[in-house]
């Protein structure tokens, strides 16, 4: 097995995570966040795919090796780097 389906979610996280920094990086939400409506249909597309076969999660994770953990923690600094990006627009 692999950890494409998670990776999947933690990718529709990352997306989630990347808009709601950049909404909320003045630190409200207001009118001048229209801008951003544009990138809303890339979060939900991100997010059915994430959804989509979260139940495999488990099993993924049951038998994860050593080079899928890597993976998965690589990604996790991506996002955590992307949406300290997204802050700073
Ligand atoms: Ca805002």
Request: hydrophobic share 45%; glycine share 8%.
């Amino acid at each position: 097995m692999d950890v494409k389906q998670t990776l999947e979610v933690l990718e529709a996280l990352q997306k989630v995570g990347e808009l709601g920094a950049k909404v909320l990086a003045d630190g409200k939400i207001s009118i001048s966040d229209i801008k951003y409506l544009g990138e809303i249909g890339e979060v939900v597309t991100a997010l059915k795919v994430g959804i989509e076969g979260i139940e495999l999660v488990d099993d993924e994770i049951k038998d994860i090796s050593l080079i899928e953990a890597k993976e998965i923690v690589t990604k996790v600094i991506d996002i955590v780097k992307a949406i300290k990006d997204a802050k700073n627009v």
